[in-house]
């Protein structure tokens, strides 16, 4: 049984894309609890289920069979509306390919989430430069657009996005997949920072095993199947230092 | 409703974002929504300002008169009929007027208003808010009653000609040219303001001489006594009126006019709407590829936590600022297309309504504004309201994986169930409107159709897929890729063809019904009207009729050589059954003789037919008449004439357009008795077997062409003359069709673009491989081609029925004319090549930009 005091617990989830013959099993019976404040790296090979449990995680795809709950929600007893309210208030995505609208400036991208939740635009735009200062933005670039920053600039808004509704999940796909290396690590640095300083729950989706030491436990799948879930002591940051 | 309370800025902060990114591909959109506002208000505007100015008429020549005493229009009666109505009690005063209309004989032909009233009663000329002959500038009062010339003008009318008090003037009346001399002028204000000044004013005595006969007038205007009820005395007046005689408030005519101006009005409207649902299919189609391209920002938007329903209303917010700049560029458009197409929209609803036409002035009513700005945004809200909805609910996980990739399937059953449900509404919609309908379920149906071939254009795009592939992609590599493109967006694809179809559909139906209506009318009237020549007045009354001219002219033209048998035709409007109807006479002997032959009826006839309509005891009956009251050949038609009641036989049933609700034709003979009416509008002439007709021709103009601005023409040409006068009458609908295909070339060019724009990657790949320029403009091409034959194919099926519709039940049902359909084959062909043409047109800047794209751009481009 999980303690209803997870970030999240994931019991007994399989899911099954097609009927029949044609069934595939993206997971399979997978269990696991994240505990508050945890930062997790899940690794696999691509098709080994990865991003579909990301999906149940997020409540963006329902499992087949099983429950995910985040803080004790079961999220399939929560309607479409309260899944929505649930991601808005409690996580935070952020994704490989940065997506930030382009016809936005860099202060509307991070900001807008907050018109959702019915904070006034001046205290939005507020907000917004402060997370911004957070994750190492200077101030000039909120008038800016995506495309005049380095991906690495981009990246940060996206994680700026992430944080401007104050969650407590932080959601990570593939977050350094397209950053060199120096900057993907930068990126790591700061999201590891985070976990730190604001006991933000991290679940970060990797290939690469360099990320993956940057959480307290690594969970690895396999066919939809955990096949290794280790805790292993933290080396995150050591290996290239940041401006070297 | 938390979001409504914030300020315009905040409360669109979303949208605009959104928006900034895109203001250059929405521009042929915003374009597409302006001209349909600009289309329904121009329409609105124009069809208000044209009645008002009709019913300005009314009012204005009916002065202070509750009341007006007329038979049928300009039938004539006793002037003492007049002193029977003074008597009534609750009159005040009945005034004897006389209405007509002559021409300047100037070789302008300048239409006047002829208004004679007894100009020595105070009190009559105090009715027209005119002022009495003393302050009207008569400096000669005495003289003006003594000449029969006398004549009253308005000061912009000699302002215009440059005329003065004592002045000749020469004037065409059914009686020949007659010299007149100016003795007063009018103030622009009362009865003088109207009609542009296009007004005389002359002494009843002088008009009878000149318009009617002695003692005959066509007119009384009665004005009620304050403290009387109107109702009561128009009751009360009815009552001692002599059968045939009608009295009606000008409210009444009012109602009257609406009725009669209603089949163009019904007409415009309908233009008016398909050309919005044109921009509303072209917004749709641009909206839904935008919302597409944006699928995956919204995948973040709810993968963030925005609820599918808040991500929707933002996506309407956009449509509202879409809207918002269609209506404001669409509004001045339109008030400045009113002004352009007034004088048209007047003139054709004049000839369609056979009225004269008025000097309309365009009146912005900001009711007219509110309407085509509300349908404006409504167009454009309704337009985003699927594809937000479909772009709000995607699958979040898929979409931001796969940034949309769309459903090729061609809907499931409710998409199915959608499209049943829009057939049968469009039939049964139509079944209504059959049934003896109205205006509104004919609109109705003519949407439902649209809304069908809508819904149709995927179906129909997965049912010629397979083969256009096999053919055009066998052809050449760019045909293959422009199939490929075209069948890899079905849904864009089929909105593109639907949008073609309805605004090429919509020019196809203009065209049949034109088609139907300048045809039925050569046919009507090469199928009455017989004989070598046909002499007329060069002048036009009301409409396309020619103006009368005295039956002198008959005799005149028996005295010009080689003239053998001269016929003389009389038609007025006139009320039988509750209703309007023709009345057309013809010379006992055009049928009894044979010498003209005989017209083919319709149907059965009575046996003696021939003989009885010459010795008056037989009339025949338009098939309007027959298909609109059930009147059969051998019945009895009992007709009220300002002699009393008339009993003729239906001898027949002839197919003839003099008027919607039908004609009932007599002998002039008998005409002439009842109705005391001695003009003539056409002469029908036979000559000589030796003579020549055109040197018959020659002679009459050489002879009568001095007294009388004379049309002289052959039979075909007369049928000729009517179809051109019907083409006059639907000009101002083929300039709005023009207006609707300009509204489908910025769709098709939108479509086109957005196409181009979206595979600036895929076509720069082709580039890279080595694939030329002209092979990718080619292929673009080649789309345009495609979606141009789709579209066609669509816009005949629409089309045609719509065509068939309207002839078949709309026009006879709701407007009264019963016409033959005649499908334009010659035109559609034209219109087909156009259409296709069109869309090559708006792919051509598309098509360009594409060849233009540089390789490494495009790769680039994400």
Same mark, same amino acid.
């Given at each position: 049984m999980m303690t209803s005091t997870a970030a999240v617990s994931i019991e007994h989830v399989t899911k099954q894309y097609g +009927? =029949?013959?044609q069934a595939v099993a993206a997971l399979t019976d997978v269990t696991m609890a994240i505990p508050i404040g945890e930062f997790v790296s899940i690794m696999g090979p691509s098709g080994s289920g990865k991003s579909t449990l990301l999906n149940m995680i997020a409540g963006l795809d329902t499992p087949t069979e099983g429950h995910v709950r985040i803080r004790g929600e079961d999220l399939a007893v929560l309607s479409d509306d309260a899944r929505s309210d649930l991601r808005l208030h409690q996580i935070g995505f952020i994704f490989q390919s940065f997506?930030? $609208?382009? =016809? $936005? +400036?860099i202060e509307e991208n991070v900001a807008w989430p907050l018109k959702f939740i019915g904070i006034g635009w001046r205290t939005a735009r507020d907000r917004a430069a402060v997370v911004l200062r957070q994750v190492?933005? !200077? !101030?000039?670039? %909120?008038? %800016?657009?995506?495309?005049?920053?380095?991906g690495g600039e981009q990246q940060r808004v996206a994680i700026a996005r992430a944080l401007i509704t104050e969650p407590s999940l932080l959601l990570a796909d593939e977050? +350094? =997949?397209?950053?060199?290396t120096r900057t993907g690590q930068a990126i790591l640095d700061l999201i590891l920072q985070l976990n730190t300083e604001r006991k933000l729950s991290v679940i970060l989706v990797t290939h690469s095993t360099f990320a993956a030491t940057y959480g307290h436990r690594t969970v690895e799948l396999q066919d939809g199947r955990i096949v290794r879930d280790v805790r292993a002591p933290r080396q995150a940051g050591r290996l290239i230092p940041i401006g070297a | 409703m938390r979001s409504l309370l914030v300020s315009p800025r905040t409360f669109l902060l979303i949208p605009r974002c959104f928006l900034r990114a895109n203001y250059h591909r929405l521009i042929l959109t915003v374009s597409a929504l302006a001209a349909g506002v600009a289309l329904v208000c121009a329409i609105d505007l124009v069809n208000r300002s044209v009645i008002e100015a009709f019913e300005e008429i009314v009012d204005t020549m009916a002065g202070r008169a509750a009341l007006q005493v007329s038979a049928g229009n300009g039938g004539l009666f006793p002037e003492e009929t007049a002193d029977t109505v003074n008597a *009534?009690?609750?009159?005040e005063l009945a005034v004897s007027a006389v209405g007509a209309t002559a021409f *300047? #004989?100037?070789?302008?032909g300048e239409l006047l208003t002829v208004h004679g009233v007894d100009v020595t009663n105070d009190a009559a000329v105090r009715v027209y808010q005119a002022r009495d002959p003393d302050r009207a500038g008569v400096k000669d009062p005495l003289a003006f009653l003594n000449q029969p010339d006398s004549v009253i003008l308005t000061y912009e009318f000699a302002k215009r000609r440059r005329l003065r008090i004592g002045d000749p003037i020469e004037l065409e009346t059914p009686t020949g040219r007659h010299q007149f001399t100016i003795r007063g002028l009018l103030e622009?204000?009362? @009865? #003088?303001? @109207?009609h542009g000044g296009s007004l005389v004013v002359m002494d009843l005595f002088a008009a009878e001489a000149a318009?009617?006969?002695? &003692?005959?007038?066509?007119r009384i205007d009665v004005v009620v006594r304050r403290d009387a009820d109107v109702t009561t005395v128009a009751e009360r007046v009815g009552a001692v009126l002599p059968s045939g005689l009608r009295i009606a408030p000008p409210a009444q005519r009012k109602a009257d006019l609406h009725k009669v101006m209603q089949s163009m009005q019904v007409v415009l409207r309908a233009v008016g709407l398909l050309g919005l649902a044109a921009a509303f299919l072209i917004a749709f189609n641009r909206l839904a590829t935008v919302f597409d391209e944006r699928a995956w920002q919204l995948g973040i938007m709810r993968a963030t936590g925005v609820r599918a329903w808040s991500v929707w209303w933002e996506l309407l917010k956009e449509s509202l600022i879409l809207g918002a700049l269609g209506v404001a560029v669409g509004i001045p458009l339109g008030i400045g297309l009113g002004r352009l197409l007034l004088p048209i929209i007047a003139t054709t609803t004049a000839l369609s309504s056979k009225l004269t036409v008025p000097d309309a002035t365009l009146v912005v009513r900001p009711s007219s504004l509110v309407v085509a700005a509300a349908l404006g945004f409504a167009t454009a809200v309704l337009a985003a309201a699927r594809p937000a909805w479909r772009a709000a609910r995607v699958n979040i996980a898929e979409t931001i994986r796969g940034r949309g990739t769309e459903d *090729?399937? @061609?809907?499931?059953t409710t998409m199915w169930v959608v499209r049943s449900l829009a057939l049968l509404s469009a039939i049964g919609m139509m079944t209504m409107q059959a049934a003896g309908g109205s205006p509104a379920w004919s609109l109705a149906a003519t949407g439902a159709v649209l809304v069908t071939a809508a819904l149709a254009a995927r179906p129909l795009l997965h049912v010629v897929d397979i083969p256009m592939l096999h053919s055009v992609s066998q052809r050449n590599a760019s045909g293959l890729f422009a199939v490929t493109g075209l069948a890899r967006k079905p849904h864009r694809t089929a909105l593109t063809i639907a949008t073609l179809g309805v605004g090429f559909g919509t020019v196809i139906w203009i065209w049949i019904v034109a088609q139907s209506f300048e045809q039925s009318v050569i046919d009507a009237s090469i199928g009455s009207l017989r004989g070598d020549i046909a002499v007329s007045s060069a002048r036009v009354n009301d409409g396309f009729v020619e103006a009368p001219l005295d039956e002198a002219i008959l005799s005149s033209l028996r005295h010009? #050589? &080689? *003239?053998h048998t001269v016929i003389g035709e009389q038609m007025i409007d006139w009320h039988y059954a509750g209703g309007p109807v023709a009345i057309s006479s013809f010379d006992p002997e055009y049928l009894s003789t044979g010498e003209f032959g005989r017209w083919t009826l319709i149907g059965e006839s009575l046996p003696d037919v021939w003989e009885g309509f010459a010795d008056g005891t037989m009339a025949i009956i338009s098939s309007s008449l027959a298909f609109h009251l059930g009147t059969r050949v051998g019945e009895n038609l009992t007709l009220d004439t300002p002699s009393g009641p008339l009993t003729v036989r239906v001898g027949g049933v002839l197919m003839t357009l003099i008027s919607p609700r039908g004609a009932i034709i007599m002998s002039r003979a008998l005409f002439k008795r009842y109705w005391h009416d001695t003009h003539v509008v056409h002469s029908l002439i036979r000559v000589d077997k030796s003579a020549d007709v055109a040197s018959v021709r020659a002679s009459i103009a050489r002879d009568l062409g001095t007294q009388h601005p004379l049309k002289i023409l052959s039979l075909p040409e007369l049928g000729q003359w009517f179809g051109e006068q019907v083409q006059r009458a639907f000009s101002g609908i083929y300039a709005l069709a023009i207006l609707i295909l300009l509204v489908v070339l910025f769709g098709a060019a939108d479509t086109l673009g957005a196409g181009v724009l979206e595979r600036q990657r895929e076509l720069a790949q082709l580039r890279a491989t080595g694939v030329r320029a002209r092979h990718v403009r080619r292929m673009v091409l080649i789309e345009a081609g495609l979606l141009g034959v789709l579209g066609l194919a669509l816009a005949m099926a629409i089309g045609l029925t719509l065509g068939v519709f309207w002839v078949r039940e709309t026009f006879p049902y709701m407007l009264g004319w019963v016409l033959d359909l005649h499908i334009p084959y010659g035109h559609l062909a034209l219109i087909s090549i156009l259409s296709v043409m069109t869309c090559i047109v708006a792919a051509w800047l598309p098509a360009a930009r594409a060849a233009r794209l540089e390789p490494a751009t495009g790769l680039r481009y994400e």
């Open positions: +009927t =029949g013959a997506n930030l $609208f382009p =016809g $936005f +400036t190492g933005l !200077a !101030a000039a670039i %909120r008038t %800016r657009r995506p495309s005049e920053l380095s977050p +350094t =997949g397209n950053l060199d | *009534v009690p609750g009159v *300047v #004989a100037d070789g302008s622009p204000q009362g @009865i #003088a303001r @109207i318009f009617t006969q002695p &003692g005959l007038i066509n *090729v399937r @061609i809907g499931g010009v #050589a &080689g *003239v």
